[in-house]
């Protein structure tokens, strides 16, 4: 279920931000507008989310997974009933913030108490699952808007209601594997943090660059396709 629900708001998120350039574009927005779109919902939820990471990851994930859904479903209602462009900015701000309630939780949810060869499994089917909603829905939200600029907006609070009625009924956390294990060797030691801090700082540099380069494209692609009359 925690997969799903992970699919779930990924649809959700793109909708609602993909909806909202969609939205922009036709009326009138400047690619400098549309950029501060997308970085308003990006830069919230990224401060939150390295500011605050310690403590949301404490929360019940089950609480925090459905409040945020909720507050979510609102916004995705009042998205389809705004035309302006600092409008646009205030919901894609709001948006950013409600996200960083959800995400963290969730994903120490998926990894509490899990040994490291579960833990490759349990982080593979996630990622497969979001990434899954993120196509998806990138397909999904030009059909919608060329029926009704509003059924995005709709659909995407559809996806939030069975994880706010849903994630209540997750199990709770379970406590980590405690087992005694053999100390490592000093040498071994220091050889694996090196290692780590090695993949931490590349796995963070090339996350930045791909982030920085996917959100240029998402932010300013529908106003490309506007100007060469692309339907």
Request: aromatic share 12%; charged share 10%.
């Amino acid at each position: 279920m925690i997969y799903l629900f992970s699919f779930l708001m990924d649809v959700t998120i793109v909708l609602l931000m993909l909806g909202l350039s969609f939205r922009a574009v036709d009326v009138g927005a400047s690619p400098t507008e549309l950029g501060v779109l997308g970085g308003s919902f990006a830069v919230p939820y990224s401060l939150l989310c390295f500011v605050l990471a310690r403590w949301l990851s404490s929360l019940d994930a089950r609480v925090s997974m459905a409040l945020s859904s909720a507050l979510l479903l609102i916004l995705c209602l009042l998205c389809g009933t705004v035309a302006s462009v600092p409008l646009f900015v205030l919901l894609a701000v709001l948006i950013g913030v409600v996200t960083a309630f959800f995400w963290p939780p969730l994903e120490h949810y998926v990894g509490h108490g899990k040994s490291a060869d579960e833990l490759y499994r349990v982080l593979g089917r996630f990622n497969l699952w979001w990434c899954s909603g993120y196509a998806v829905a990138t397909a999904l939200c030009g059909l919608l808007y060329q029926w009704d600029f509003r059924l995005p907006f709709l659909v995407a609070a559809a996806c939030l209601v069975p994880i706010i009625i849903g994630s209540p009924f997750l199990r709770s956390k379970t406590s980590p594997d405690n087992r005694a294990t053999p100390p490592a060797k000093p040498s071994a030691q220091a050889t694996t943090l090196q290692k780590k801090k090695f993949f931490l700082t590349t796995a963070r540099i090339f996350i930045f660059l791909t982030y920085a380069s996917a959100g240029c494209i998402f932010a300013l692609f529908p106003k490309l396709g506007d100007s060469l009359r692309v339907s």
